[in-house]
Structures are given as structure tokens and as C-alpha cells.
């Protein structure tokens, strides 16, 4: 089915203003197009729609996932946003203004989320290009996230990269993966992590 025409202009602006940021700022941006609408839709799945918690998404950028987010059907204001670039952030606030987006930094979690610390989510998003990023950086981003949700929340990351960004920790939490997602360009895949329960 053919795009609406406002859609396809809306997806080619978010192409140049995403080639902008990441040619200004190649590391923090993981590819030279926004995540693509498949990978998108994939991601919204693990975001469970009979859930009263909130979602956190990381590194939304120009808004791919969290359209496919509200598309499948979560409610805007259940969904908490954290953007490091200024453009992307001044952009997304203008194009969902239900949306609650923080201008921080999603590896200082205490800090960008310091308004709504005990806050419990549902899953957390996470777009982040974490191979660009040292492991140590990797693991302790997925540990904070899985911290922030319920017992069986999903931290769902997004990666390019043939091996996860970050192995599973056994004792402390789980990780599988999907399978590629051709229609991505790069091709990507999904590593979903979540915490290991104690067995009762």
C-alpha cells in the first residue's frame, strides 16, 4: 500500500534531518537513515497495550518507533523519551506533543529520569547505536534499564552488528534475539534482554 503523500514528505525530512545529526555527531547516531518502518514495528510489538505502566524509550531520534509505538495503539502520554541531540529533541517535541521527552543523556538514567525516579516501565525502547559505545558503557545501560522495570519487562535493543551488544548474564538476566530484519536498511536485528527471576 502507497504511503500517504504528508507521510512520505514527513520520512524524507526525517531522512536529511537524521543524515544531519549524523554527520555532525556519527558516533551517537548509529546509521545514515532513521530506523526503518519493519524494525520499527518489530520494536512497538514488545510494548504490551493492556499495561497502565509507561514505556521508556532511548535515543527516539527523529520518531520512527515511537509513531510505530502510538500507531500500534500506545496511548502518547504512556510513553517517556530520552533524546542527547538538541535538534532531535526540539524536533520531536514539536511533532508529538503528548509525548513526555527528556533532553539527557540515556547513559546517566539517575540524572535524565531524576523527576520521575521511582518510576516503574513496561518496557524500554532502545534505539541506541550501543556498539559504538565501550562495553562497560553497554552493559551497565542494560543493567540500569532492566533496574527500571517490572519483573518481566523487555529491554529491547536495536542493533546492526552480528553479535549483541551486550552477551547474557546468567543469574542476573536473559537475552535472545530476532531474526534479521532484511527490510532495514542496514539490515538489523532485535537483542531483547530481561531480568532472570529467581525460580520459586
Not at 509513531?67 to 517517556?80: F, K, N, Q, S, T
Not at 524500554?124 to 540500569?144: A, H, T
Not at 536498511?185 to 532485535?190: E, G, K, S, T, W
Request: proline residues 8%.
Amino acid at each position: 500500500m502507497l504511503e500517504p503523500a504528508s507521510r512520505l514528505v514527513d520520512r524524507l525530512r526525517d531522512e536529511m534531518r537524521f543524515f544531519k545529526g549524523w554527520a555532525s555527531k556519527p558516533r551517537s547516531v548509529g546509521s545514515l537513515t532513521p530506523t526503518g518502518r519493519a524494525t520499527a514495528q518489530a520494536m512497538a510489538s514488545f510494548v504490551p497495550l493492556d499495561s497502565h505502566l509507561p514505556v521508556l524509550e532511548l535515543g527516539p531520534g527523529t520518531g520512527a518507533i515511537t509513531r510505530a509505538m502510538i500507531d500500534r495503539g500506545v496511548a502518547p502520554d504512556r510513553i517517556v523519551a530520552i533524546e542527547y541531540n538538541g535538534d532531535f529533541h526540539r524536533h520531536l517535541v514539536r511533532r508529538f506533543p503528548d509525548v513526555r521527552f527528556i533532553h539527557g543523556d540515556a547513559f546517566a538514567l539517575d540524572g535524565a529520569l531524576s523527576e520521575i525516579a521511582d518510576t516503574k516501565f513496561s518496557t524500554v525502547i532502545c534505539g541506541l547505536p550501543l556498539l559504538n559505545f565501550p562495553r562497560s558503557l553497554r552493559r551497565q545501560l542494560i543493567v540500569d534499564g532492566l533496574g527500571r522495570l517490572e519483573d518481566h519487562g523487555a529491554f529491547v535493543q536495536l542493533c546492526y552488528g552480528p553479535r549483541p551488544p551486550v552477551d547474557a548474564m546468567p543469574g542476573q538476566y536473559t537475552m535472545t534475539r530476532t531474526d534479521w530484519i532484511i527490510k532495514n536498511v542496514p539490515p538489523a536485528r532485535l537483542f531483547i534482554y530481561r531480568k532472570q527471576l529467581p525460580i520459586n
